[in-house]
């Protein structure tokens, strides 16, 4: 490796963490702001309120690292395009594509970092942090789950309405066995209770029906403790479990949805595809960012910076919009994540090839 090459790769990480360091208390300041009513409100202690901060800072640097690696290298770059050092060093007969080699070995130190952590990491932070805002942010509205029907088994359905993951109760409960496309029995209760000291499930105002051919066998009590092939999890499918989960825990858990016909599963596999794409893009984003700056514009860093914050803000959108899509609609989660990829990679090829000319 060559002396430029290391100087190149001091600079690359040096100036990402920077960045880091640079806006990640501004982003607590923000939250701070915004959510110290709550904290007050629900009289929130301060070792939770820490802890939970701990967790901010790799949830908010894991939304918005693309933005910080423009920065880096917009900004590092730019400075040394300035200093007439990139003239100097392409002037010696250094080509521009093993001029840019440094900053694919620095990306390949970053797309490894972000690859682990947010295969391991990440989830664990996303987890205590969710786990948070639900606790001591959301109202008792936005906890509960209004209505969810699912398939549990191969034969058996479920139904449930205004469940509450914190008591773990629910109304208007249902389960309908099936052997074929034959109903055998159905199960209806007005409340359904999860008992965590017995591990069983509480049925309030219990009815079964049972059908034999022609016959229709009625069981009814005021209530009824039993233990049913599912369990309390179920009832409140969240939309961020899957970030939570590290890589063999999200694929046993994206089996079990597509097994159970689960709403939710077009944003589990996003969340998958997302765990590749986005330590790709780090390759990308780099490419575009010294692309852009490594030779004097008219307007100097600041037209640099101000380009390569828009392409940065620009990703993220993108990327935003193309999620709700999935998560609203029917669109293909693999389409939503590496259609990204292959719109900045055209980006980067264009931006790559002027920047050689």
């Known amino acids: 490796m060559k002396i430029l090459?290391?100087?190149?790769?001091?600079?690359?990480?040096?100036?990402?963490?920077?960045?880091?360091?640079?806006?990640?208390?501004?982003?607590?300041?923000?939250d701070i702001a915004e959510k110290i009513d709550k904290f007050?409100?629900?009289?929130?202690?301060?070792?939770?309120?820490?802890d939970y901060y701990l967790?901010?800072?790799w949830y908010f640097g894991n939304q918005l690292y693309p933005v910080f690696i423009f920065l880096a290298v917009i900004w590092f770059t730019s400075r040394i395009a300035n200093n007439t050092e990139i003239?100097?060093?392409?002037?010696s007969g250094l080509s521009y594509k093993r001029f840019i080699r440094p900053y694919m070995i620095s990306?390949?130190?970053?797309?490894l970092f972000t690859f682990f952590s947010g295969m391991f990491i990440v989830p664990k932070s996303n987890l205590r942090f969710n786990e948070f805002i639900a606790t001591y942010i959301k109202n008792k509205d936005q906890r509960q789950t209004d209505r969810l029907f699912k398939q549990i088994n191969d034969d058996e359905y479920i139904y449930v309405s205004n469940y509450d993951p914190n008591r773990m109760t629910g109304d208007d409960f249902t389960l309908e066995h099936?052997?074929?496309?034959?109903?055998?029995?159905?199960?209806?209760?007005?409340r359904i209770r999860w008992i965590e000291e017995d591990s069983i499930f509480r049925l309030i105002n219990y009815k079964k029906r049972s059908f034999d051919n022609e016959i229709e066998i009625l069981d009814k009590s005021n209530y009824k403790d039993t233990i049913l092939d599912f369990n309390a999890?179920?009832?409140?499918?969240?939309?961020?479990?899957?970030?939570?989960?590290?890589y063999s825990e999200l694929n046993r858990l994206i089996r079990y949805e597509k097994k159970s016909g689960s709403s939710l599963i077009n944003s589990h596999l996003?969340?998958?595809?997302?765990?590749?794409?986005?330590p790709l893009s780090c390759f990308i984003l780099s490419i575009i960012g010294v692309s852009v700056s490594s030779f004097k514009q008219r307007g100097g860093m600041g037209v640099n910076l101000a380009i390569g914050v828009s392409l940065g803000f620009f990703f993220i959108f993108l990327d935003k919009i193309l999620g709700v899509l999935v998560i609203k609609s029917n669109f293909s989660p693999g389409i939503a994540a590496w259609g990204i990829i292959f719109i900045f990679s055209l980006i980067a090829l264009f931006l790559f090839r002027k920047a050689m000319k």
């Not at 999890?233 to 590290?246: G, I, M, Q």
């Not at 996003?270 to 986005?278: E, F, I, P």
């Open 270 to 278: 996003l969340v998958r595809h997302k765990r590749y794409t986005l």
């Open 5 to 30: 090459d290391l100087y190149i790769i001091k600079k690359y990480i040096g100036t990402f963490f920077v960045m880091l360091g640079l806006f990640i208390p501004i982003g607590i300041m923000v």
């Open 87 to 91: 003239t100097a060093i392409l002037s």
């Open 107 to 111: 990306a390949s130190l970053i797309a």
């Open 40 to 50: 007050r409100e629900n009289e929130v202690p301060n070792d939770k309120i820490i």
């Open 178 to 190: 099936f052997n074929g496309i034959d109903m055998e029995h159905k199960i209806t209760a007005t």
């Open 233 to 246: 999890k179920d009832l409140s499918p969240v939309n961020y479990v899957a970030e939570t989960l590290n």
């Open 55 to 57: 967790d901010f800072i």
